[in-house]
Nanobody, 124 residues
Framework: QVQLVESGGGLVQAGGSLRLSCAAS????????MGWFRQAPGKEREVVAS????????YFADSAKGRFTISRDNAKNTVYLQMNNLKPEDTAVYSC?????????????????WGQGTQVTVSS
């Protein structure tokens, strides 16, 4: 059974940092792009960042540029999201996803495996 399991969420004060991890099991995703998405209460799920299969290309939503970093370790079948200078508007459930494709994508429809998500709450 294929699973994506996120960890590293929690409560942090504005200006703080968190590092999210997404560990995949059941199959290798070393040939697939990976992405991080988030969904705040009452809002649609939105892309945060994406990384290509070999880490050579990355994409960040405007809200994440300059503050977040995405990386992956294919040997560990794990992708990471380092979030710095967090703001209250970053509060959301963060989910990782595996794409059909090797290249980066901001489209939810390009991802076919999803984790359950981890809550990130940023207090002001």
């Amino acid at each position: 059974q294929v699973q994506l399991v996120e960890s590293g969420g929690g409560l942090v004060q504005a200006g703080g940092s968190l590092r999210l991890s997404c560990a995949a099991s059941g199959r290798s995703f070393s040939n697939n792009a990976m992405g991080w998405f988030r969904q705040a209460p009452g809002k649609e799920r939105e892309v945060v960042a994406s990384i290509s299969w070999n880490g050579g290309s990355t994409y960040f939503a405007d809200s994440a540029k300059g503050r977040f970093t995405i990386s992956r370790d294919n040997a560990k079948n794990t992708v990471y999201l380092q979030m710095n200078n967090l703001k209250p508007e970053d509060t959301a459930v963060y989910s990782c996803a595996a794409s059909y494709y090797r290249g980066i994508s901001s489209l939810r429809s390009d991802y076919n495996y999803w984790g359950q998500g981890t809550q990130v709450t940023v207090s002001s």
